[in-house]
């Protein structure tokens, strides 16, 4: 049980980084990422649950992917109707840096054709080729769309990552002595 918790986490912490770190280096000019330079990044998240509400900076893995990144996390979640929410944030052009959506939800398909959001593919090209590496290739198919392009892609399935790092990144996770 301890283990499939560990791993649950471990997943969330490694698509949580893939995609802070994909995303981050889009302001950068110079070919610089945040990470490589002094200057701190706020990104704007919108959680589409009004349930949701686990705050950036009090855990322990959040400030340490803000510490080693420089990437500082402004989660937004609707109070209320979680569709009205996001329907005022396409309407005003305001839409965030980063959203959580269900698979179900009409808005993604309304915001990829009035080209209001990035394909991840171009993303992961142009500023974090590793993605590549260690997304699922059945998952990738699954989720491209007819233009050819990723616009979303599941936390909840396994990444091609080796044994060694899952070993290595779970030692530093579990308290000493559990295994």
């Given at each position: ?120 593919n171009e993303l992961a090209d142009e ?53």
């Open positions: 049980m301890l283990m499939r918790k560990a791993n649950a986490k471990l997943k969330i912490i490694i698509t949580a980084a893939a995609s802070v770190l994909a995303l981050t280096a889009c302001g950068a000019d110079s070919g610089e990422t945040v990470a490589d330079s002094d200057e701190a990044v706020t990104l704007d998240w919108y959680v589409n649950y009004s349930w949701y509400a686990t705050p950036w900076g009090e855990n322990a893995v959040s400030r340490a992917i803000t510490e080693k990144t420089g990437v500082d996390i402004n989660f937004i979640t609707p109070i209320g109707n979680e569709s009205e929410k996001l329907n005022a944030l396409m309407a005003s052009d305001t839409l965030p840096d980063l959203i959580t959506l269900g698979f179900w939800e009409p808005q993604i398909d309304e915001m990829i054709e009035n080209d209001m959001i990035y394909p991840l500023y974090e080729p590793y993605f590549w590496e260690v997304a699922d290739d059945t998952v990738v198919n699954w989720y491209t769309r007819d233009d050819g392009n990723i616009y979303e892609y599941p936390y909840n399935v396994p990444y091609k990552v080796d044994t060694a790092r899952k070993r290595d990144c779970l030692k530093c996770l579990l308290p000493l002595g559990e295994t």
